[in-house]
């Protein structure tokens, strides 16, 4: 699931095969941009901006793109079969002489000026991986809303760039507090203490294939997918249930005993009373 990590190793691959290397193809598969060719343009630079990518181009120019839940960015030699999905999936080929750059389902693609990328990623908050992280920023940004559930609130890409659906479960769980706890109820130490322990799961995690927040052996995730699977710490069955403001939920896992809060109660109530799916 692509969250700031997984963008930041696609950024480092696109970078590696790409910056500094004049474009030799250029094939976009998008109607708005079926006319559109870089060939014989320098590619600068690839930088991960949250979960956003920004592919910078000689001339001014530069390739937006967001994996979202789908999409992936594959990196091929010359010669080497393309192995990430069927053709039709292909949204741009971007190749120079030794390596071919193919993003695959990828549901934002635009091309803009370089000197107008804030109109697509200036709405972010401080990125975890990026160096414009500001610690105090983030967490007074998730503060704005104290009645908003710590779930909701990590989520939105406004307060802080960075964090998808698994590190907002493993947060919580870190934390000792359920997800649908009121960001204005979560303890100041522990209020304290949040943007500095999720920017350490993201740094760990960049260079990681597989994403680990436990440090047990044999264990990568502490209730992510593990529903219902005995807690590692407690024992207790790690629990399932969607959350989100309606227009799109997630999956959210969350052990009933080591995190405290209201959370939804068999029949899909919360503590609050809102209905809840559960499975």
């Known amino acids: 699931m692509p969250e700031g990590d997984t963008v930041w190793q696609a950024a480092q691959r696109l970078h590696g095969a790409l910056a500094g290397r004049t474009l030799t193809r250029s094939d976009f598969r998008v109607p708005r941009y079926a006319t559109s060719d870089l060939t014989g343009r320098a590619v600068l630079d690839v930088t991960p901006r949250g979960k956003h990518l920004l592919t910078r181009i000689e001339g001014g120019l530069t390739l937006h793109s967001h994996l979202r839940m789908d999409g992936a960015w594959k990196v091929f030699a010359a010669g080497q079969r393309w192995s990430g999905g069927p053709a039709h999936q292909i949204r741009v080929i971007l190749g120079t002489a030794d390596r071919t750059a193919v993003g695959y389902r990828l549901p934002v693609l635009e091309l803009l000026r370089t000197a107008d990328e804030q109109r697509a990623v200036g709405h972010l908050g401080p990125d975890l991986l990026g160096p414009d992280w500001d610690p105090e920023q983030a967490l007074a940004n998730l503060r704005e809303d104290p009645a908003r559930s710590l779930g909701e609130a990590l989520l939105d890409q406004r307060n802080l760039a960075g964090i998808g659906n698994v590190y907002k479960c493993e947060l919580c769980f870190l934390l000792g507090v359920t997800p649908w706890l009121p960001v204005g109820e979560l303890p100041a130490d522990r209020a304290a203490a949040l943007p500095g322990l999720a920017k350490r799961l993201l740094e760990a995690n960049r ?35 969607d959350q989100g403001d309606g227009s799109r939920e997630r999956p959210t896992y969350w052990c009933p005993v080591c995190q405290a809060g209201p959370a939804p109660r068999p029949g899909g109530y919360t503590a609050a009373g809102r209905r809840r799916k559960r499975t």
């Open 207 to 241: 260079d990681r294939p597989v994403r680990r927040t436990t440090g047990l052996r044999g264990h990568d995730l502490f209730v992510y997918g593990r529903a219902p699977r005995p807690c590692l710490r407690c024992g207790t069955s790690v629990r399932l249930a």
